[in-house]
T-cell receptor
């Protein structure tokens, strides 16, 4: 099992701007997943990208995966105040263990 | 479909007391996880069940924490006796099966304060 390391730790942007956060990991993966956590709530699955995929879109979310660099990025376009949350990545390998890092805390200012 | 149910939502106890948390996963989900999330940190995996068997409990402080999943459905996590450093949110999650492309579904958590 391995833990993803999210970067930056905190990000503050204006509403309407794009937000980009990154995830690095150490060993090969089957897929990588991104989750969102609103304050005081459980995590919610956002998107999954398989190891043979390079880019994936879901609504205002765009995820990229570079297996050669062992990194992924999550882009949220046209951010809204409701996007204020912590974002976690989970690199999934053959043991299927979901190990989370400390996350990126995103604050979208209205 | 109904989500992962957890109770209680909040719990305040004094150190050295006992506490128990309950989780009911999504119907049909074979895998159940308990996480501990200390303020400002990411969720830390405590224990993972596959049906009613333990897959991984390497991070569970077994001198004070215990968990069971009788009949492979709902689960209980217990702390006895509690310490100040156990103050955290305890999250339960479930997935259909451990495997490729499975995602986790989380409950809202139980916020524990140990005074």
């Amino acid at each position: 099992s391995q833990q993803g390391e999210e970067d930056p730790q905190a990000l503050s942007i204006q509403e309407g701007e794009n937000a980009t956060m990154n995830c690095s990991y150490k060993t090969s993966i089957n897929n990588l997943q991104w989750y969102r956590q609103n304050s005081g709530r459980g995590l919610v699955h956002l998107i999954l990208i398989r190891s043979n995929e390079r880019e994936k879109h879901s609504g205002r979310l765009r995820v990229t995966l570079d297996t050669s660099k062992k990194s992924s990025s999550l882009l949220i376009t046209a951010s809204r105040a409701a996007d204020t949350a912590s974002y976690f990545c989970a690199p999934i390998s053959g043991t299927y263990k979901y190990i989370f890092g400390t996350g990126t805390r995103l604050k979208v200012l209205a | 479909e109904a989500g992962v149910a957890q109770s209680p939502r909040y719990k305040i106890i004094e150190k050295r007391q006992s506490v128990a948390f309950w989780c009911n996963p999504i119907s049909g989900h074979a895998t159940l996880y308990w996480y501990q999330q200390i303020l400002g940190q990411g969720p830390k995996l405590l224990i993972q069940f596959q049906n009613n068997g333990v897959v991984d409990d390497s991070q569970l402080p077994k001198d004070r924490f215990s968990a069971e999943r009788l009949k492979g459905v709902d689960s209980t996590l217990k702390i006895q006796p509690a310490k100040l450093e156990d103050s955290a949110v305890y999250l339960c999650a479930s997935s259909y099966q451990p495997g490729l492309n499975e995602k986790l579904f989380f409950g809202s958590g139980t916020q524990l304060s140990v005074l």
